[in-house]
C-alpha cells in the first residue's frame, strides 16, 4: 500500500536548532537507504508558504488568496511517497525523516482512483 509522509515544521526553523548541513545530510541518506529498499517511491522539498497559493471555488467563482490555507506554527515543508506493507511499515520510515525530531511527519493513507 502507499502511504504520503507529510514533513510539517516551522519554515523559519526547518532544521530546529539542529546544524542545517548536517540535517540535509541526513535527509539524502534517508533517500537512498530507503530508494535502496525499494520504499521509496518518489518525494520533493516545497516552496514556501510565501510562494504558496489557496484556490477556493465558491458560487462559481474561483477566489485564489496568497499564501496556505490556514494559520498555523508548523507548515507543509515536503512529503515521501512510499510503499510500505502496512501502517506500521509506514509509521516505522516516518520515524526515520530527520524532520519527526522537530516538526511532524503525517501518515497517510493513499486511496487510489
Do not use: W
Not at 548541513?21 to 516545497?46: C, D, S
Not at 516516518?94 to 497517510?108: C, L, N, Y
Request: aromatic share 6%.
Amino acid at each position: 500500500m502507499q502511504y504520503l509522509l507529510i514533513i510539517a515544521t516551522d519554515e523559519n526553523k526547518p532544521y530546529g536548532d539542529e546544524d542545517g548541513e548536517v540535517v540535509h545530510k541526513e535527509y539524502m541518506a534517508f533517500g537512498e537507504e530507503m530508494g535502496a529498499k525499494g520504499v521509496l517511491q518518489g518525494g520533493n522539498r516545497l516552496h514556501p508558504t510565501a510562494d504558496a497559493t489557496t484556490v477556493r471555488v465558491r458560487g462559481g467563482d474561483v477566489l485564489t488568496t496568497d499564501g496556505p490555507f490556514a494559520e498555523t506554527t508548523e507548515q507543509i515543508a515536503g512529503y515521501y511517497l512510499v510503499e510500505c506493507p502496512d501502517l506500521d511499515a509506514a509509521v516505522d520510515v516516518a520515524s526515520k525523516i530527520p524532520g519527526a525530531r522537530h516538526g511532524s511527519i503525517e501518515v497517510r493513507p493513499i486511496q487510489a482512483m
